[in-house]
T-cell receptor, first 116, second 110 residues
């Protein structure tokens, strides 16, 4: 399966700070990456689909101006949480699909974001 | 969009027993059904998946069955071991996006 690297693994910062999370596909050229958010003891909720060279597609209820996604190359997508507040504290995980159509998704290690 | 229901939410078994987790889905066009295992604080890991052209798939102690008519699929773990303890998620696709079930916390007691 695809090898996915996510960085950083853990961030603690003050309210109002913007935080950038990187997701890299190390062995596969990914035209599409997915960003999920997972609150404690809950399931994975898709936030947005990141498309290389074009705008991301956001799920209903996800603010695109708050969660900025950039997918400038086939191996890197970034998620920036702008002006983060305590309610944004969560586990953010990216994934890469190994091909077109319905294929397995392989996840990065996740980023635990804590906003004080 | 897809709606995925997963049961039970928690499951406790004795080591060596079998565990079964069930999921239902709503989109009859869905044709790929993965199962993920997530240990505390770690990434979800794909453990087995099945496509709609088969009814069952097995990999050592893990098996998945699919009933397309009834729109449900199940994960079966036999001879459970303490290291099987984790949260398990089923998922189903719609428009190349995965919708996940709410998860099942499996505890295997030694």
């Amino acid at each position: 399966g695809a090898v996915v690297s996510q960085h950083p693994s853990w961030v603690i910062c003050k309210s109002g700070t913007s935080v950038k999370i990187e997701c890299r596909s190390l062995d596969f050229q990914a035209t599409t990456m997915f960003w999920y958010r997972q609150f404690p003891k809950q399931s994975l909720m898709l936030m947005a689909t990141s498309n290389e060279g074009s705008k991301a597609t956001y799920e209903q209820g996800v603010e695109k101006d708050k969660f900025l996604i950039n997918h400038a190359s086939l191996t890197l997508s970034t998620l920036t949480v702008t002006s983060a507040h305590p309610e944004d504290s969560s586990f953010y995980i990216c994934s890469v699909s190994a091909g077109t159509g319905n294929q397995p998704q392989h996840f990065g290690d996740g980023t635990r974001l804590s906003i004080l | 969009g897809e709606n995925v229901e997963q049961h039970p939410s928690t499951l406790s078994v004795q080591e060596g027993d079998s565990a079964v987790i069930k999921c239902t889905y709503s989109d009859s066009a869905s044709n790929y059904f993965p199962w993920y295992k997530q240990e505390l604080g770690k990434r979800p890991q794909l453990i087995i998946d099945i496509r709609s052209n088969v009814g069952e798939k097995k990999d050592q102690r893990i098996a998945v069955t699919l009933n397309k008519t009834a729109k449900h699929f199940s994960l079966h773990i036999t001879e459970t071991q303490p290291e099987d303890s984790a949260v398990y998620f089923c998922a189903a696709p719609s428009n190349y996006k995965l919708t996940f079930g709410k998860g099942t916390l499996l505890t295997v007691n030694p």
